[in-house]
């Protein structure tokens, strides 16, 4: 298969890399990924600067472009521009740090796939969960074997093309990985933790971090706790935020343009 590769981390982000060695094998890879991090981005696009590209030769070992784009960016470029033909399939990752419940919202990694739907092509975004003592070294082995694996299974899995699959691997290696469930976001998110601190000139600044919480729920069907549990988590997502249920029930509202407005 002919796949475009793209990441929220960087093109040098190590999981892009694992990626890429192991989608080799058996396709044509084509890596169009951001010059510098982009995480948390989420879908933003680039309209009032340049996106800059540069050719990726052979010494990186990439065959693409590294752009000064955010992750839709460059799958948009990518298709529009930038490759001869357009990928078969998207595949996103593989992020370093989980990206399930709310912070799917925020993800560059996520929207990279949302955006490859948008193009009606298949897409998935792969994330690797890590704890303190994995963070400095984190192993992307068993996930990208995996990532190989779901994009051959992909078009045996008959989703309709408005659907994009978040994939999210524990982080543990890949004996001790409990097995695969599907499952829907979770209400887990960032608890709020902004840094004060002052810089060297005397201004005061804020540096954004926190923790997960929504780490309870059900890890049959919810996303985090699978995670927490030990499985490799995938969730359809789609791009469509319509709520159906809201919608029915206003149609049986009364809501009307008020006489004078
Ligand atoms: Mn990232």
């Not at 093109?11 to 094998?25: E, K, M, N, R, T």
């Not at 599907?182 to 608890?191: E, I, P, V, W």
């Not at 709520?243 to 029915?248: I, N, R, S, V």
Request: hydrophobic share 40%; charged share 20%.
């Amino acid at each position: 298969m002919r796949l475009l590769l793209t990441n929220d981390d960087g093109v040098y982000a190590p999981g892009l890399a694992a990626l890429h060695a192991a989608l080799c094998q058996n396709h044509e890879v084509l890596v169009v990924a951001p010059e510098t991090e982009q995480s948390a981005v989420g879908h933003a696009i680039t309209l009032a600067d340049p996106i800059r590209v540069r050719r990726l030769g052979p010494r990186t070992g990439f065959n693409g472009w590294a752009i000064t784009g955010t992750p839709a960016d460059c799958v948009k470029l990518a298709v529009c521009e930038l490759l001869e033909e357009p990928p078969e399939m998207v595949v996103s990752g593989i992020n370093l740090g989980a990206n399930v419940g709310v912070n799917v919202l925020y993800s560059g990694t996520v929207s990279a796939a949302s955006e490859g739907s948008i193009l009606g092509l298949p897409s998935v975004a792969l994330s690797l969960a890590f704890t303190p003592a994995t963070l400095d070294n984190p192993d992307f082995s068993f996930a990208a074997g995996f990532a190989t694996y779901l994009v051959e299974q992909y078009p045996s899995l008959g989703l309709p093309p408005e659907v994009s699959l978040n994939v999210n691997f524990p982080p543990l290696p890949g004996e001790k990985v409990k097995g695969v469930r599907f499952t829907r976001q979770s209400n887990a998110r960032l608890k709020e933790r902004f840094h004060r601190r002052t810089d060297p000139r005397g201004h005061l600044y804020f540096w954004q971090g926190g923790e997960m919480m929504g780490r309870d729920g059900d890890a049959a069907t919810t996303d985090f706790p699978a995670l927490l549990a030990g499985y490799v988590t995938v969730t359809p997502v789609r791009h469509d935020l319509t709520h159906e249920d809201a919608l029915d029930r206003l149609g049986q509202a009364a809501l009307h343009l008020p006489p004078r407005l």
